[in-house]
């Protein structure tokens, strides 16, 4: 008989060797996954974590690992300093798209101006748009208690249909002969979000996650409302006592964490992706969820982590085009890894006895 008895403190041992027995655990069941659908799961694990960095591609791909971890590390190190204090932000794949759309309706009400100050403005209201979508759940909770889990999800599809909206409707581009979609912004130069360094894929968007690291880091452990936001999640009762206000905490929280989803939406929409589109959120929102519990809620550990599913990302289009794997295959990949990284996380509170309890 197994059982779990409860450790007096939880174990920083088990806290940081998780996240690596959970990669370990996800590529022998992806292996496993991978075999079942007729694919020779060493090659595909080659594909998905070797080819990108060392294969015979690389030179492309590795320029595509910033690109794609940039907005999962802004997303991810805003939810977890929520997360750190008990605020449940599912919702900011919504925050993104709706930061996006603030700084592409500038961009594109502007066109075809040329002007220095319009990107540093795209900026400003793409923070703004995610924020503000934020403070919804926010308010929601501090005057009514609605559960800001519910809210912050439902407003995810809120914002999809929106997104919808404009794509066929007022950010329509006038020139696209019908098709959906805006003008796109990689051809407009006062509003693109070009690489910054050529062949590299680093963009602002990629400074912008850097600073928020450094910035996270900072707040968390080397301020005040770092110590509040941490008593606030590990014992509530106590943070009120050390000067907590519950409705400051929370507005604060799930505003920040807004506002980088809403610049992560915004340098997407101005780089990578270029235009707004009905399919332009990518699930990045989603996925940070991981990437913050798999970096254990720290910056660096975010910043590592952000990397890492970036390359589970990028491997997996290699693994889709070199040897034909369905995308659902590399969905549920990506999936086990927060399957088992949530598994692996309960001996950090608990060891495991065989037999009876005593």
């Known amino acids: 008989m197994i059982t779990l008895i409860r450790r ?24 496993l996954l991978f075999a079942a659908l007729g694919t020779n799961p060493f090659t595909a694990i080659k594909a998905i974590f070797w080819d990108p960095i060392l294969g ?20 991810a190190t805003g939810l977890a300093v929520g997360f750190r204090a008990g605020i449940w932000n599912i919702g900011a794949e919504g925050q993104y798209i709706m930061g996006a759309l603030a700084g592409a309706w500038l961009a594109l009400h502007m066109y075809p101006a040329e002007a220095a ?29 609605v559960n800001e889990i519910l809210v912050s999800l439902m407003l995810v599809y809120v914002a999809e249909n929106f997104l919808a909206y404009m794509a066929f ?27 910054l360094i050529a062949g590299t894929g680093a963009h602002w968007g990629v400074v912008a996650a ?9 707040l968390m452990h080397r301020h005040i409302m770092g110590f509040r936001i941490r008593v606030a999640g590990e014992a509530p009762r106590a943070a009120r006592f050390a000067g907590v ?49 798999l970096g254990r809620l720290h910056p660096v550990g975010i910043l590592l982590a952000g990397l890492l599913m970036a390359l589970t990302y990028i491997g997996g289009d290699v693994a ?30 608990y060891r495991v006895k065989l037999g009876k309890a005593v």
């Open 8 to 31: 007096p403190t939880p174990s920083r041992h088990w806290a940081w060797s998780t996240p690596i027995l959970a990669v370990i655990a996800t590529m022998i069941a992806g292996g």
């Open 56 to 75: 015979p591609n690389a030179a492309y791909f590795r320029s595509q690992l910033l690109v794609k971890a940039a907005p999962l590390i802004l997303i």
């Open 320 to 349: 889709q085009l070199m040897l034909q794997l369905p995308p659902a295959a590399i969905q549920v990949f990506q999936g086990m890894l927060l399957f088992f990284l949530l598994g692996f996380d309960v001996l950090t509170n």
């Open 245 to 293: 206000v519950p409705a400051k905490l929370i507005v604060t929280c799930l505003c920040l964490s807004g506002a980088l989803a809403g610049l992560a939406g915004l340098f997407e929409v101005a780089g990578p992706a270029g235009q707004i589109t009905d399919r332009f959120n990518v699930g990045y929102g989603f996925t940070a969820i991981i990437v913050a519990f």
């Open 210 to 218: 850097l600073i928020a690291v450094i910035f996270t880091y900072i």
């Open 117 to 145: 100050w319009l990107f540093p403005a795209m900026i400003v209201l793409g923070a703004l748009g995610g924020l503000v979508w934020g403070l919804i759940p926010a308010l929601l909770k501090v005057w009514f208690g």
């Open 169 to 195: 409707g007022p950010l329509k581009n006038p020139e696209g002969f019908g098709m959906p979609g805006s003008r796109n912004l990689q051809q407009y130069p006062s509003a693109f979000n070009g690489e």
